[in-house]
């Protein structure tokens, strides 16, 4: 048998380790698919397929949490069929300018939930300020931005915040109010 050494599994984004390059995919091929097939081998962060001209095969970078997870599902899905085409799978290759970044509040819960087991969380807003409003007279709209603060609790008792900033622009000074707020609210990064 082989050994799988540990992992420390960051609340970031994932890197190229953690990630599949799928090529020979057919026009058809859905995001919905590609996770029924791969999310037996563990928790998914993100599928993006890209569209290419028709008649050609598409591609896309399937993102676990986990490199060994992505090396295991790469192992077992060797030669895999999918709508009459043999799926290829490849490590993706990073550029050297990648970032990695905080996860949002969702992101962290659901990788928690997967690995840790924590259910029941729960999630509250500490604090929604806005930051600025203004009118802007060459283009006759409203900007406004806002931040927001939330913080999750575990079942027992241990507890994070992260913070989001975002803004939105318009001329309905109302429905830019109201889409900054929710930006904000989705755009929580974990705090180191």
């Given at each position: 048998?082989?050994?799988?050494?540990?992992?420390?599994?960051?609340?970031q984004?994932?890197?190229?380790e953690?990630?599949?390059?799928l090529?020979n995919?057919?026009?058809?091929?859905?995001?919905?698919?590609?996770?029924?097939?791969?999310?037996?081998?563990?928790?998914?962060?993100?599928v993006?397929?890209?569209p290419?001209?028709?008649?050609?095969?598409s591609?896309?970078?399937?993102?676990?949490?986990?490199?060994?997870?992505?090396k295991?599902?790469?192992?077992?899905?060797?030669?895999?069929?999918?709508h009459?085409?043999?799926i290829?799978?490849?490590?993706a290759?990073e550029?050297?300018?990648?970032?990695?970044?905080?996860?949002?509040?969702?992101?962290?819960?659901?990788?928690?939930?997967?690995?840790?087991?924590?259910?029941?969380?729960?999630?509250?807003?500490?604090?929604l300020n806005?930051?600025?409003?203004?009118?802007?007279?060459?283009?006759?709209?409203?900007r406004?931005?806002?931040?927001?603060?939330?913080?999750?609790?575990?079942?027992?008792?241990?507890?994070?915040?992260?913070s989001?900033?975002?803004?939105?622009?318009g001329?309905?000074?109302?429905?830019?109010?109201?889409?900054?707020?929710?930006?904000?609210?989705?755009?929580v990064r974990?705090?180191?």
């Open positions: 048998a082989s050994k799988m050494s540990a992992e420390l599994i960051y609340f984004t994932p890197t190229s953690s990630t599949i390059l090529q995919l057919s026009p058809s091929t859905t995001e919905e698919e590609l996770i029924e097939v791969y999310e037996p081998f563990g928790l998914i962060h993100s993006k397929i890209f290419v001209p028709e008649g050609t095969a591609f896309a970078y399937l993102k676990y949490y986990s490199s060994n997870v992505t295991t599902a790469m192992m077992n899905t060797k030669g895999l069929q999918l009459q085409r043999t290829r799978s490849s490590a290759k550029k050297e300018d990648f970032k990695r970044f905080p996860l949002t509040i969702e992101k962290s819960i659901e990788l928690a939930n997967y690995y840790l087991g924590f259910n029941r969380w729960n999630t509250s807003v500490v604090d806005q930051e600025t409003i203004e009118f802007v007279v060459e283009s006759n709209s409203f406004c931005s806002y931040r927001c603060v939330v913080k999750v609790t575990a079942p027992d008792g241990r507890f994070t915040e992260g989001g900033s975002a803004s939105d622009g001329r309905d000074k109302h429905l830019v109010i109201q889409n900054a707020k929710k930006k904000a609210m989705t755009e974990q705090y180191k």
